[in-house]
Each structure stands twice: as structure tokens, then as C-alpha cells.
């Protein structure tokens, strides 16, 4: 499958002020060849839908982008690897970070935080998996990290600080979507007291829970300036906007299961 005009007109593409040399782009439902649930273009191969139709969606994926997405085995974890032209699909991280042109640092998600980072200059690019226990874990403090030593070992960006970095945040649940227990709360609180902002009680331990928040926090606190993208609101929300996005916490439970969107970022 290819798409013969580019990237399909529902796609995101992330507005934020990254160099020409940067490319990203975040998926949809729109396009693809998958059948329901996982209608139409599910880019996961663990979910249960047809294996050669995952397969020609990642073909057009790749196609559109004219960059190569390589696929990560995602556990929630905090790793981060390093891609280039040989790395394979299915390494065990959750972020990966590349200087190699035409190879996308790609996450998939169907209710997690997406988080897509680059430096100004467009030297380097990274993604990365933000569910809860991610986010709480430090995964975006470990993919930060990652993509300054990899911007400092080119011995061209020595000096190169959070600061220097861009960051955009793709379609999540929603804040008023993301009913968690106490525990969660605790986990955020426990590393940041102002993590407090992010969460509603509902009443008997449970809690709405901000994820965009959180991750904007997150970044933020690290010194970074530019945070782009999903800032909470309805439109951003993969729950309730059920005809764009996938949704594990919506789908799952009805439907038996549901597809994967990506983010990619690549370098041109």
C-alpha cells in the first residue's frame, strides 16, 4: 500500500518550530487496510488483527513518510536505544533516539502519552512511550538525557542543554477521560508535591488524572522551553474521539481489542 499524495489528510502533523531538517507526524484510524476493530490503518502487530494487513500498513507508513519507522517492543519500562540503519523492529524500549537520516524514531499508542523531542538545529531526533508508569518511571528524563549525550558525542553541540530542545505531546486519554486509583497519584506525588495539580478526586481512592499535564510538567522542570502540542483539551483526547483515534481503555473491554497509532519523528 502507498498513499500517491503524501501523508493522508487526517494525519497530524506536529506545529511546532522544528528545523526543516526534522520530519514528524502522528497516525490516525484514516487510511490502511485493517478490518474492525482495528479499522483501518493499526500499525500494531500484538493486538491481534491480520498480520499482512499490519504489514502493508506499515509498508504505507513508511511509504508516506519516505523515512523508515522501526517498531520498538514496548513494556512500559524507561529504556532508551539508539537506532540506525541496521536496528531491527521489535528491540525492548520504550524511547529511542537517532541521528541517522531516513530512520524514524517511532512509539505506538492507544491511550498513552506520545512524546516526540529534537534539538533546534535538527542534529537529532527522539520519541518516546509515556503511559502512567513511564512517566512516573522517568522515561522522558531518560530520553532527554539520551538525546543530549548523543548531540554531545558529535562533538558539535558540547554545550547543548534541555533548553536547546524542542518537545511536542500527541493525542492521549484525556483529563476527563482518565480515571485512576490513589496509587497513581502517590507514585507522581512522591517525586513532585505540584504533581497535585493533575489530579481531581472522584471519591473513594479514585482520581482524574492530567497525563498531557504531567509530561508538560515533566519536561518543563527539566529545563525545557518549548513544550508543543496536546494541552488537555477535548480534541486531543483518543477516548472520546473515537472516530480518529484508538483507544485501549475504550475499545478493549467491548471489542476484545483495538489498533495502535504512531508517532514518528526522523531526520530528512
Known amino acids: 500500500m502507498a498513499f500517491s499524495q503524501g501523508l493522508p489528510a487526517d494525519w497530524i502533523v506536529p506545529d ?3 528545523s526543516d531538517r526534522v520530519g514528524a507526524v502522528f497516525t490516525t484510524r484514516d487510511g490502511g487496510v485493517s478490518a474492525p476493530p482495528f479499522d483501518s490503518f493499526n500499525l500494531g502487530d500484538h493486538v ?5 494487513a499490519v504489514a502493508a500498513n506499515r509498508r504505507g507508513l513508511g511509504s508516506a513518510m519516505a523515512a523508515r519507522p522501526v517498531f520498538l517492543k514496548q513494556v512500559h519500562g524507561t529504556r532508551v536505544v539508539q537506532l540506525d540503519e541496521q536496528m531491527p523492529d521489535g528491540e525492548e524500549a520504550d524511547a529511542c533516539v ?3 537520516p531516513g530512520v ?3 512509539v505506538m499508542v492507544a491511550d ?3 512524546v516526540l523531542l529534537a534539538d533546534r538545529q535538527g542534529r537529532a531526533v527522539a520519541a518516546a512511550h509515556a503511559g502512567w508508569r513511564g512517566l512516573a518511571s522517568g522515561v522522558l528524563e531518560t530520553s532527554v538525557n539520551a538525546l543530549l549525550r548523543v548531540l554531545a558525542s558529535t562533538g558539535q553541540a558540547a554545550d547543548t542543554g534541555p533548553g536547546d530542545l524542542l518537545a511536542w505531546l500527541g493525542p492521549c486519554i484525556g483529563p476527563d477521560a482518565f480515571e485512576v486509583g490513589e496509587e497513581v497519584r502517590q507514585a507522581f506525588m512522591s517525586a513532585d508535591s505540584e504533581a497535585e495539580g ?4 472522584l471519591g473513594q481512592g479514585k482520581h482524574l488524572a492530567d497525563l498531557p499535564w504531567l509530561g508538560r510538567r515533566r519536561l518543563q522542570r527539566l529545563g525545557m522551553e518549548v513544550v508543543a502540542g496536546n494541552d ?3 480534541s486531543w ?3 472520546t474521539q473515537s472516530s480518529r483515534f484508538f483507544s485501549h481503555r475504550r475499545d478493549a473491554r467491548v471489542l476484545g481489542s483495538t489498533g495502535r497509532m504512531a508517532a514518528c519523528v526522523w531526520l530528512r
Request: glycine fraction near 8%; include cysteine; charged fraction near 10%.
Open 16 to 18: 511546532w518550530p522544528a
Open 48 to 52: 491481534g488483527d491480520d498480520p499482512s
Open 98 to 100: 537517532s541521528t541517522t
Open 104 to 106: 524514524a524514531c517511532t
Open 112 to 114: 498513552c502519552l506520545p
Open 198 to 201: 493533575a489530579f481531581r478526586p
Open 232 to 234: 488537555g483539551s477535548a
Open 237 to 239: 483526547c483518543t477516548v
